[in-house]
Nanobody
Framework: QVQLVESGGGLVQAGGSLRLSCAAS????????ITWYRQASGKQRELVAS???????HYADSVRGRFAISRDNAKNTAYLQMNSLKPEDTAVYYC?????????WGQGTQVTVSS
């Protein structure tokens, strides 16, 4: 059974940094693309960043240059390093993967950026 568990969220002042983690189990982690999404209150879920099995990264325009996605296949974990945080980055952050045609989500971790 595939499980994704996010951690690392919290409250931070604008301009600060956080590193989110997404620990995966029940899948061949190294061959799967991992994607971070976020959902702010009252808004639709949006893609933040993704990383392929070949370590190719893609970013939303709103976070490019501030966020960095990475993965450690030995630990079955993906990371989202978030720098220069802004109040508009406040959201619940989710990691996602598609494994054997099925879509899996973690439970989410709250990130709150105060101005």
């Amino acid at each position: 059974q595939v499980q994704l568990v996010e951690s690392g969220g919290g409250l931070v002042q604008a301009g600060g940094s956080l590193r989110l983690s997404c620990a995966a189990s029940g899948m061949f982690f190294s061959i799967r693309t991992i994607t971070w999404y976020r959902q702010a209150s009252g808004k639709q879920r949006e893609l933040v960043a993704s990383i392929t099995s070949g370590y190719s990264a893609h970013y939303a325009d709103s976070v490019r240059g501030r966020f960095a996605i990475s993965r450690d296949n030995a630990k079955n974990t993906a990371y989202l390093q978030m720098n220069s945080l802004k109040p508009e980055d406040t959201a619940v952050y989710y990691c996602n993967t598609v494994n054997n045609g099925a879509n899996y989500w973690g439970q989410g971790t709250q990130v709150t950026v105060s101005s």
